[in-house]
């Protein structure tokens, strides 16, 4: 496959496309916005249906539209504008419409600013919208990640029929790296049973959530989180088998730390590192087999310190745990690593 | 059919007005119908078509959504007064913008029917009858956009009911022939909230809702009649 230099906004565009996207509907912002312009210059070479959406909220519901159609329907945002986004997510996933969002994250709440962030773990992981839902969350700590997350992220949303956020932050959307493209795919839209396409017969398909003549509904909705918990916890391992101190980052983050645990090893610290890759379902399973660890040391971009209690909740609290968090201030490697020092 | 409405509910006329349309011209296998929520979500129990219950107000962006991939489908985009005009206006001064190719059907009591009958930017019940600026008049806020058809019925008594059906039926045809947008509005009864009888409902529709609410064809084929 060739090789180009594109940033992790243009990779995750090329996924797309490689994973069969047919209809695009968006609303530009910062810093997601180098996909939308990708779509809107090459979407007839694609043949992708490019619509320009009068508000976030607009893009969801078409986006729901031409889901329930059969396409692999896409929009990508950030910030408030994906909070804008919230009511069509929560029908999604009430109705069981399959659809992928990617939220590139920047900074701080309301407006906020465009720099790197990881703010929205919380709204995106445990709901965001209205009511008893979630959505898958897959977060993307390379270029590569960019490349092939498209294609997993629709599997999953046609498997459990519900919506998927892809997220990384803004760092991740503009490094630029030698990425190889993936060739552009086209998709059958007859593909799924339940799409919608006039009723020939038979009882009709029905996309709503008031389902109060169907007494299974509930455990209907319950099996499908409980298969998700179960089956679906993704994550990257490096070096944990006899790591001392774990540590646990996503997206920009996970990069650093990467870089963290070489240097580490160097100098004989035993550092490991787990990089989530399924926010929600948050990878339990990856916390199951740390022998040798002490301490967790969560890193992420959120003065909250949003994953932390995933990470303190999955491990039940067995271990010491730091953080190193900002609100949008990158990490360096020697800051964590003077921190796994000191614990040594 | 339509057992899950009031009494005397002009969603059961206006649905029915529909199914005989889409029925005399053989397209049951081809339409997607696209709800609002509400009193209009009802009707999901009990249409034979394959339908999508849509949030509130957000009936036009799914049904555009869902006819650019399937473009061989009907889609019928039906919603109350508060989806079209109040909550959701904005996508439909965009879709009319755009001169989206849609059928849409909205129907209009002037409340908010589902929730008890609070009043909607639609409301006329108190209005003075020289009041210009009382209800809301689509064909007002369209009028600098492109639309392909424009037409507003009562359904209040057989000759206004006939007058829908035959906006319907030029709707239908006109989206399915030309493409565009394509919009009916109904004034409809709902004696439940406004505590009238059926017949003092049709009645109050035709002697004030009407004032307001001027029947007719005010676009056809894209060119503007008289209104």
Known sequence: MPKKLINGNEAFAFGALAAGLSFYAGYPITPSTDVYELLERDHEKYGVEFVHASSEISAVNMVMGASIAGARALTVTSGCGFSLMQEGLSYMAADFVPCVILNVMREGAGLGDIPRSQGDYDQMTKGGGNGDYHAVVLACSSLRDCMVMPALAWDLAEKYKNPVIVTYDSDIAHTRENVEILPPKRIDIDRLPYALSGNRGGRPKLVQNVNYHDPDFTQTLSRKYEEIEQHEQRWQAYETEDAEIVLVAYSICACVCRDVVRRARRKGLKVGLIVPVTLYPFPEKAFENLPACRKIIVVELSILRQMRRDVEYATRFRYQYDSVSSLSSCPTVSDILTLTEEVN | ?227
């Open chain 2, 1 to 227: 059919m339509y057992t899950m409405l009031c009494p005397g509910c002009g969603h059961r006329t206006a649905m029915t007005l529909l199914d005989g349309l889409i029925a005399r011209k053989g397209l049951k296998e081809k339409v997607v119908l696209a709800l609002d929520v509400a009193c209009c979500s009802l009707l999901i129990d009990e249409v034979e078509y394959d339908s999508v219950m849509c949030a509130h107000g957000r009936v036009l962006d799914v049904a555009k959504g869902f006819q650019i991939v399937r473009k061989d489908c009907c889609v019928i985009s039906y919603m109350g007064d508060g989806a079209a005009y109040s909550i959701g206006i904005e996508e439909m001064i965009h879709a009319a913008r755009r001169n989206d190719r849609a059928f849409a059907v909205v129907v209009n009591n002037g409340l908010y029917s589902m929730t008890g009958g609070q009043i909607a930017p639609t409301y006329v019940g108190d209005a003075d009858p020289a009041d210009a600026h009382a209800g809301f008049r689509v064909e007002q806020v369209l009028a600098p956009f492109p639309v392909r058809y424009l037409a507003r019925a009562a359904l209040t008594d057989a000759p206004n009911i006939d007058r829908a059906s035959r906006y319907l039926e030029a709707a239908l045809d006109g989206y399915l022939s030309g493409g565009g947008f394509h919009l009916v509005e109904l004034l409809s009864p709902c004696p439940t909230n406004y505590k009238l009888n059926p017949k003092d409902m049709a009645e109050m529709i035709n002697a004030r809702m009407t004032v307001h609410y001027p029947l007719g064809e005010f676009v056809k084929e894209g060119a503007r009649l008289s209104c």
